[in-house]
Structure formats: C-alpha cells, structure tokens
C-alpha cells in the first residue's frame, strides 16, 4: 500500500493551493479516503474525508473555503484550498480507511485511518 502526497508549498493568507495525493496497492474506489493535518505539538486534525459514493465531509475549520474530490480512474484524491490562513499551516497527510467505525465516528476522526501517506507541508504566511 502506498500513498504519495504533492502539490504542498508556501503561500500568502486569501491564497489557494491544490494538495494530491495517489494510491496503490489497495481497491481505491471501495475506500473512505480523507486528508489530516497535524502542526508541531499539536493533535492531528481530520479536515475533510469523501466516500466511495463521493459524499463528503468536512470539519467546521474548513468547511466553505476546503474540497475533496477523487478520480476513481487515476486511483487519485485532491484536496484544493482557497481562503488559506495562518492557521491552515501544518503537515497535511492523506490516508485511506475500511473502517466500519469511521462513519459512525463522522469521518473525521484520524485513529480510524488504516494507511497513511508521508505528508506535505503547507505554509500560510
């Protein structure tokens, strides 16, 4: 199993960017993929997750300014941020769940997250 983060980077505060993160090794589409980001010392935040079906989920610190979306075909997910701020900056880690408690937990909570990627940074400042 393997997924692979891109498109971190540095940006100014009202800015978008577009992180990607591509799977292998596992049936992706049967999948709950979400994206987590964790800053140095601090928790690890669930911001946003889409199902198998394409139904999303979003925390409140995201949710109007974040998207998830995934591409079956390309066994790929995207999560693209505008509105970006200061406290939008930290290691932002995709990972994948077959979870049967991640639903019932509202599809945001990191500990029911069976594979992880490495993690890309994204920096508002």
């Known amino acids: 199993v393997q997924l692979v983060e891109s498109g971190g980077g540095s940006v100014q505060p009202g800015g978008s960017l577009t992180v990607s993160c591509e799977a292998s090794?596992?049936?992706?589409?049967?999948?709950?993929m979400g994206w987590v980001r964790q800053t140095p010392g601090g928790e690890r935040e669930g911001v946003a997750a889409?199902?198998?079906?394409?139904?999303?989920y979003y925390s409140d610190s995201v949710k109007g300014r974040f998207t998830i979306s995934r591409d079956n075909n390309k066994s790929t997910f995207y999560l693209q941020m505008n509105n970006l701020q200061p406290e939008d900056t930290a290691m932002y880690y995709c990972?994948?769940?077959?979870?049967?408690?991640?639903?019932?937990?509202?599809?945001?909570?990191?500990?029911?997250?069976?594979?992880w990627g490495q993690g890309t940074q994204v920096t508002v400042s």
């Open positions: 090794g596992f049936v992706f589409e049967n999948y709950i």
């Open positions: 889409i199902e198998s079906d394409f139904s999303t």
């Open positions: 990972a994948a769940s077959h979870s049967p408690l991640l639903p019932m937990k509202g599809y945001l909570a990191p500990k029911e997250y069976n594979y």
